[in-house]
């Protein structure tokens, strides 16, 4: 007893020093890792934020985190998304671009940090380009204007070396669609990014992105209706991205806020219904477009128990017999190049 009882003191007065070193450990094993790197070549999509405005702890704001081969997308830029960036495996110095869906304010409330850790972190020399529908330019230069002291002060802090004056912010890269609704935003090699116009009255213009890489390809719908567009566009794709809003768990909310005399609640409740495609819409669009796997994200509203993710679905995997699933921040789906593997698994 007397030996257990003084390696329990030993352990006690070791704990500090355990903890950094194992901090150390972390820190080292994060800084080297490569998170593209030890993915195979093919398409990758994980989400960084699969939530809504309504607060969520197991869901950040929309964002949506695309590796082609070794190019790092994000899609959407909500709060959080930077730590959702991170709990996926990567860093915000790793992105090559971002595509906003709309200028709602929960699709880019995490624009700005997420631009900034790309900077100071990535030590990155040119900004990161923004595309988006018309209004991303006063998005992106208001952040500019946000951030300019900051900017100033990092400059003067760490040197020009370290975080060159020419990477800060963003450039914006509107997009002007064709007579079709459709407009390619990136062709490169293997990879190409196409935008089409969804239904998100009266939000206009609403985006939602077609990516392909190699053989591999995934549509997000972005927030809309249901849309003919997204099922022309995800027509036999390996994955669609949709968002999902159920509406008798919104009533559920809509009754209490009745109860508590919380009116102007209701009538929030009562407006959002109609321009969100629900669980069972979503499901008819992949049923009809024959895609091979159905992620929802946009969740409405929040789910504090995954016992409620059943009922969030209601009727969907009556409607389609396909794999589905209720998103949340950390899941990751694998779809490497020559293959028609779809892998999905939670980080």
């Not at 900077?119 to 952040?143: K, M, N, S």
């Not at 060159?164 to 509107?174: E, F, N, Q, S």
Request: some cysteine; glycine content about 12%; hydrophobic content about 45%.
């Amino acid at each position: 007893m007397a030996a257990v009882a003084v390696a329990a003191a030993v352990a006690w007065l070791l704990r500090g020093p355990i903890a950094v070193a194992l901090v150390e450990r972390t820190a080292l094993a994060r800084l080297s890792a490569d998170a593209v790197g030890a993915l195979p070549d093919g398409l990758h999509v994980g989400l960084c934020g699969a939530g809504s405005p309504f607060p969520d702890p197991l869901r950040g704001g929309p964002c949506t985190m695309v590796l082609a081969g070794r190019r790092l997308l994000v899609v959407d830029a909500g709060n959080g998304a930077l730590r959702g960036l991170t709990q996926l495996g990567f860093e915000a110095g790793r992105v090559d671009a971002v595509l906003l869906t709309h200028l709602h304010s929960d699709h880019l409330d995490g624009l700005g940090e997420l631009m900034l850790q790309r900077w100071v972190g990535g030590g990155r020399a040119t900004p990161v380009p923004v595309h988006g529908p018309t209004g991303v330019e006063a998005v992106v230069d208001g952040l500019a204007q946000v951030y300019a002291a900051d900017r100033g002060y990092r400059v003067a802090h760490h040197g020009a070396a370290i975080v060159p004056p020419g990477g800060a912010g963003g450039t914006p890269r509107p997009i002007v669609l064709g007579p079709d609704g459709r407009a390619v935003v990136i062709a490169d090699g293997d990879l190409e990014v196409v935008a089409f116009a969804v239904d998100h009255e009266p939000v206009h213009p609403a985006l939602g992105y077609r990516i392909r890489y190699r053989d591999r390809t995934v549509v997000l719908s972005g927030d809309t209706r249901q849309s003919e567009a997204v099922r022309r566009e995800a027509e036999g794709v390996d994955l669609l991205v949709h968002d999902a809003l159920s509406r008798p768990l919104l009533a559920v909310l809509a009754r209490a806020a009745a109860t508590a005399g919380r009116e102007n609640l209701v009538r929030l409740f009562a407006d959002i219904v109609d321009y969100h495609a629900t669980p069972e819409q979503a499901a008819e669009t992949a049923r009809d477009a024959r895609v091979g796997y159905l992620l929802l994200n946009h969740i409405v509203p929040p789910l504090p128990l995954t016992a409620l993710e059943g009922t969030f679905l209601g009727d969907a995997p009556r409607i389609w017999s396909g794999p589905i699933r209720v998103g949340r921040d950390g899941d990751l789906v694998s779809m490497p190049a020559g293959t028609r593997d779809i892998a999905v698994s939670r980080r």
